[in-house]
């Protein structure tokens, strides 16, 4: 007598897979798939977005550290004064940025990292390096930070050259000159876009660092009105 047929039943923890690492790290896994997707039920819509900012991040450590170099480091004989304030300068990841957490999503905080190594990586001559990102994306807003500290011959010259470089892959338009802020140098914001979100970007630079700070999800002038609490929060001299 033939025995009653029953369907193999999994066993416990094995039917689905589970997710490893950043985007692109995992086997058969494209670059800014959603890490957390995998096979599970399916992720709150707006999870997605991750992906999205990781490829915006892709974009930005590329144009910004391997195309191009983020600096011109030399040495500056006009003003020794802002020479030895220069050499004084780091950039740093605070715990919070106006009022937002440190994001603890573990793509982001892989990108993070992967930001500050291409920096020291690239620029070898640079006395600090940072790249964070604070917020939560799943509100609509989330804040990147990246930046470097080091002697910089021309200060506005890198930083229309950092402009420039990210005009293709970020669609930064409108970038005007605005209020650097009591830390002085030079610094712009502007609107920009990238994988369909909108991007609020301003960049600055002095004679000790060169920075750049993205609100996703915001528009040029809404970054703008944050520019000047969240340099002064990322940049420090002592």
Same mark, same amino acid.
């Given at each position: 007598?033939?025995?009653?047929?029953?369907?193999?039943?999994?066993?416990?923890?094995?039917?689905?897979?589970?997710?490893?690492?950043?985007?692109?790290?995992?086997?058969?896994?494209?670059?800014?798939a959603d890490p957390m997707a995998?096979?599970?039920?399916?992720?709150?819509?707006?999870k997605s977005g991750v992906g999205?900012?990781?490829?915006?991040?892709?974009? +930005?450590?590329?144009?910004?550290? !391997?195309?191009?170099g983020i600096a011109i480091w %030399?040495?500056? #004989?006009? /003003? &020794?004064? =802002?020479?030895?304030?220069?050499?004084?300068?780091?950039?740093?990841?605070?715990?919070?940025?106006?009022?937002?957490?440190? +994001?603890?999503?573990?793509?982001? !905080?892989?990108?993070?990292?992967?930001?500050? %190594?291409?920096? #020291?990586? /690239? &620029?070898? =001559?640079?006395?600090?390096?940072?790249?964070?990102?604070?917020?939560?994306?799943?509100?609509?807003?989330?804040?990147?930070? +990246?930046?470097?500290?080091?002697?910089?011959?021309?200060?506005?010259?890198?930083?229309?050259?950092?402009?420039?470089?990210?005009?293709?892959?970020?669609?930064?338009?409108?970038?005007?000159?605005?209020?650097?802020?009591?830390?002085?140098?030079?610094?712009?914001?502007?609107?920009?876009?990238?994988?369909?979100?909108?991007?609020?970007?301003?960049?600055?630079?002095?004679?000790?660092?060169?920075?750049?700070?993205?609100?996703?999800?915001?528009?040029?002038?809404?970054?703008?009105?944050?520019?000047?609490?969240?340099?002064?929060?990322?940049?420090?001299?002592?």
């Amino acid at each position: 007598m033939s025995q009653p047929h029953h369907p193999p039943q999994p066993e416990y923890g094995s039917a689905t897979p589970q997710p490893s690492g950043m985007p692109g790290h995992g086997a058969g896994q494209p670059y800014g798939a959603d890490p957390m997707a995998g096979g599970f039920a399916p992720p709150p819509k707006k999870k997605s977005g991750v992906g999205k900012i990781l490829l915006i991040v892709l974009a +930005v450590v590329l144009v910004l550290c !391997v195309g191009g170099g983020i600096a011109i480091w %030399a040495t500056v #004989k006009d /003003d &020794v004064g =802002e020479v030895v304030e220069a050499t004084k300068t780091r950039v740093v990841a605070p715990e919070t940025l106006n009022g937002r957490p440190k +994001v603890t999503e573990p793509g982001l !905080v892989a990108a993070s990292e992967q930001m500050a %190594a291409e920096i #020291k990586k /690239d &620029v070898p =001559e640079a006395t600090s390096q940072v790249g964070g990102f604070y917020g939560d994306v799943n509100k609509n807003d989330l804040v990147m930070i +990246v930046g470097v500290s080091g002697v910089m011959a021309d200060p506005e010259k890198e930083m229309n050259d950092a402009i420039s470089a990210i005009s293709g892959q970020l669609g930064a338009t409108n970038m005007a000159a605005v209020e650097p802020g009591p830390l002085g140098g030079d610094a712009k914001c502007g609107d920009g876009s990238s994988e369909g979100v909108k991007l609020g970007i301003c960049v600055w630079a002095d004679r000790g660092s060169l920075g750049m700070v993205v609100m996703y999800f915001k528009t040029g002038k809404e970054a703008e009105a944050e520019f000047g609490t969240i340099r002064a929060a990322i940049e420090q001299r002592n």
